[in-house]
Nanobody
Framework: QVQLVESGGGLVQPGGSLRLSCAASGSILSINAMGWYRQAPGKQRELVAVISRGGTINYSDSVKGRSTISRDNAKNTVYLQMNSLEPEDTAVYYC???????????????WGQGTLVTVSS
């Protein structure tokens, strides 16, 4: 069984910064892409940023220039540094791991439980 555990969410003032972390566990041999998605109240879940195992990165236009995604393949962990946060960034942020291979199984995608980010004064 593969689990993703996010951390780092919380309340931050507009203009502030947060760093989200997501650690995958479960006898993992490899993970292809890891990414961050978010879902604001009343809206659909949307991509924030994704990084491949080789380091190819894509950002949504809404966070490009304000956020940095990175990963540590040895730790099966992905990070999202968010700067210049705006109230519109308020959402539950979810981590996703795609094409996960473990010692006993393979998974197309695995989602974390989400971490709430609230940007408010």
């Amino acid at each position: 069984q593969v689990q993703l555990v996010e951390s780092g969410g919380g309340l931050v003032q507009p203009g502030g910064s947060l760093r989200l972390s997501c650690a995958a566990s479960g006898s993992i041999l490899s993970i292809n892409a890891m990414g961050w998605y978010r879902q604001a109240p009343g809206k659909q879940r949307e991509l924030v940023a994704v990084i491949s195992r080789g380091g190819t990165i894509n950002y949504s236009d809404s966070v490009k220039g304000r956020s940095t995604i990175s990963r540590d393949n040895a730790k099966n962990t992905v990070y999202l540094q968010m700067n210049s946060l705006e109230p519109e960034d308020t959402a539950v942020y979810y981590c996703k791991a795609a094409e996960v291979v473990t010692k006993t199984a393979g998974y197309f995608e695995v989602w974390g439980q989400g971490t709430l980010v609230t940007v408010s004064s």
